[in-house]
């Protein structure tokens, strides 16, 4: 899914992925742009942050990755990228890249929750066909129903096969996986009206390094709904407790229209 084409400079391109989906899955969209972003830095740099835009839907067919060299500095270096397809931006993105320097060192602990070999999971706990076979994916049990009703829910997830020691490989696949269920964490509080929900942004910050076939905690939830548009956010823990990453995305959140 990674794999690019490079037309010419700053230009990559990349073939369809069969699905069974009506629409391009927006985590493999944020994983190829931010691949072919991190195919115009040096090695030395690694993706600190992303900030994206969903703009329009994107079909399961070639898309073109356009990318502009921004900034190049001692510690730092920046990339936008563009991506079409028939010649319609459907997704633009900023990632920022970083050497690493030496500072202070502190994160939130990581919630209390059952380890993946402690939980039963579901013999098909995927629901995208584009996952079965490549993510391991097991739900953390929620609370009784007798419970209100929150907007919370967490996952442990890791790609099901090893993957190359390629630092960059693991960024775009956790990029891909913090994708996965953000849009639907609002749908946990749904009133019961039917709704119509869409991804419009997604940005990301990479803390610590990681690797992505092994498991990784994702802690989601929504804080607020209004006005039709939704914002949830997950935090990514590896096995050991480490906060590796964070996500936000606001989604279109509304109730469908006759």
Same mark, same amino acid.
């Given at each position: ?106 994160? /939130?602990?990581?919630? /209390?929750?059952? &380890? ?27 609370? /009784? ?12 997830? &890791? ?43 997604? /940005? ?52 469908? &229209?006759?």
């Amino acid at each position: 899914m990674l794999h690019l084409e490079r037309e010419r400079d700053g230009l990559y391109r990349s073939g369809p992925i069969p699905t069974e989906l009506p629409l391009v899955f927006g985590g493999q969209v944020v994983a190829r742009a931010l691949m072919a972003a991190a195919l115009t830095v040096d090695a030395s740099y690694r993706v600190h942050s992303l900030h994206s835009y969903f703009l329009r839907p994107g079909g399961a067919t070639a898309t073109e990755f356009s990318v502009e060299n921004t900034r190049d500095g001692g510690t730092f270096c920046t990339r936008s990228v563009r991506a079409t397809q028939n010649g319609q931006a459907i997704f633009v993105m900023m990632a920022s890249f970083h050497r690493g320097d030496d500072g202070d060192s502190y994160q /939130s602990p990581m919630p /209390s929750v059952p &380890r993946p070999d402690e939980i039963e999971a579901a013999s098909d706990s995927v629901d995208l066909a584009e996952w079965s076979g490549v993510w391991d994916r097991i739900a953390v049990p929620r609370p /009784s129903a007798a419970v209100k009703p929150s907007a919370e829910q967490q996952f442990w997830i &890791r790609h099901r096969r090893p993957l190359p020691d390629d630092p960059v490989v693991h960024d775009c696949a956790l990029a891909y996986l913090a994708d996965m269920d953000l849009l639907d964490i609002p749908w946990l509080v749904n009133s019961g009206r039917e709704l119509q929900s869409a991804s419009l942004d997604h /940005s990301m910050w990479f803390l610590r390094d990681f690797r992505a076939d092994d498991w990784i905690l994702h802690d989601m939830s929504s804080s607020s709904a209004e006005g039709g548009r939704a914002l949830s956010k997950g935090r990514l823990f590896d096995r050991a407790g480490r906060l590796i990453a964070e996500v936000a995305q606001e989604g279109l959140h509304r109730y469908r &229209r006759q």
